[in-house]
């Protein structure tokens, strides 16, 4: 382990324990004097943030995207829900409007998990900024992402602007389906949730379960980071983590689903899109912040009890 990383993972757990600290305590004006600095702070290492060189590539690039996709919509959402309007992230926008996430390392390996094929399919629940979805189609692969709040379409933020067809909105808590614009239902091979699952309230997960096997093709996998602490603003009220849960348990919930843990797989902490332990904004599961899960389907179907019929 270099020096800079060990520097940076000190770095990161004392901000962490810091945060904690103010966002357990009661607000006062210490607490309010914290989280505007912490946003100021966030602003700045936003994912988000372009270079000149940046904003000339994604000149390039949405020229590209127009060239492979045309200007009329490809997928659709099938939903009474297309905006999850009742959540802390829709009315407290924040990794909403700041995450972008991507690394180069999991795509290659997921590639290489399906043996290369060009007909990969990819589906990122609570996508933020598109980042990843781009990040997929840019190698040449299908990918769609779905985001609970609508503010980045909106504000046309980050990749909104540039693979519009590839990003839409839903409530993921609530029963979608997608379609290709011909209403055919869409499966994909790898179904992703980059910190999502412990933004789920635990009376809504069952709907989540239902729409990640229905979406997920047979030989597919669901891969996900999950944190383990607590995520609030006590200044606005905002509880963004409101499922804190061990592995285990989370274990347990997918199996009553239908979802279990894969035998083999290539993925290793530095290949995942969250959590990977690089940078001040990342965890690392030797931290105790969280894990990684890598689900498929079960080999033969099981009831919500988990007793085969």
């Known amino acids: 382990m270099s020096l800079t990383h060990s520097l940076t993972r000190t770095a990161y757990r004392t901000f962490r324990a810091t945060k904690q600290a103010f966002v357990t305590r009661k607000p006062d004006a210490l607490s309010r004097a914290f989280f505007r600095c912490l946003a100021v702070a966030e602003r700045a290492t936003s994912g988000r943030r372009e270079s000149e060189l940046d904003r000339i590539a994604r000149g390039v690039w949405k020229a590209d995207y127009v060239r492979r996709f045309g200007t009329e919509p490809l997928y659709h959402v099938i939903s009474d829900?297309?905006?999850?309007?009742?959540?802390?992230?829709?009315?407290?926008?924040?990794g909403t409007l700041h995450d972008n996430s991507t690394n180069p390392r999991f795509n290659r390996k997921l590639y290489e998990y399906f043996g290369n094929r060009r007909d990969?399919?990819?589906?990122?629940?609570?996508?933020a900024g598109g980042g990843f979805v781009r990040s997929v189609l840019a190698d040449g692969f299908t990918a769609v992402g779905i985001e609970g709040s609508d503010?980045?379409?909106?504000?046309?933020?980050?990749?909104w602007d540039t693979c519009p067809h590839h990003l839409l909105t839903a409530d993921i808590a609530?029963?979608?389906?997608?379609t290709t614009a011909a209403g055919a239902p869409v499966c994909f091979h790898c179904i992703t949730?980059?910190?999502?699952?412990e933004h789920i309230p635990e009376d809504a997960l069952g709907a989540l379960l239902d729409n990640i096997v229905r979406h997920l093709a047979p030989e597919g996998i669901f891969v996900a980071s999950v944190a383990l602490f607590p995520e609030a603003n006590p200044i606005t009220g905002a509880v963004y983590h409101v499922t804190i849960h061990p592995r285990p348990w989370w274990l347990e919930r997918f199996a009553a689903a239908g979802l279990v843990a894969a035998a083999a797989h290539p993925f290793q902490t530095g290949d995942y899109v969250r959590g990977h332990g690089r940078g001040l904004t990342n965890w690392d599961p030797a931290d105790g912040d969280g894990f990684h899960l890598v689900l498929r389907r079960h080999p033969q179907p099981i009831d919500r009890q988990g007793d085969k019929p």
């Not at 990969?120 to 996508?127: E, P, R, S, T």
């Not at 503010?151 to 990749?159: G, I, Q």
């Not at 949730?193 to 699952?197: G, Q, T």
Request: hydrophobic share 50%; with cysteine.
């Open 81 to 94: 829900h297309p905006v999850a309007v009742e959540t802390a992230d829709h009315k407290w926008p924040h």
């Open 151 to 159: 503010v980045s379409r909106n504000l046309r933020s980050a990749e």
């Open 174 to 178: 609530a029963p979608f389906q997608i």
């Open 193 to 197: 949730a980059w910190e999502v699952l």
């Open 120 to 127: 990969v399919a990819l589906l990122d629940l609570g996508c």
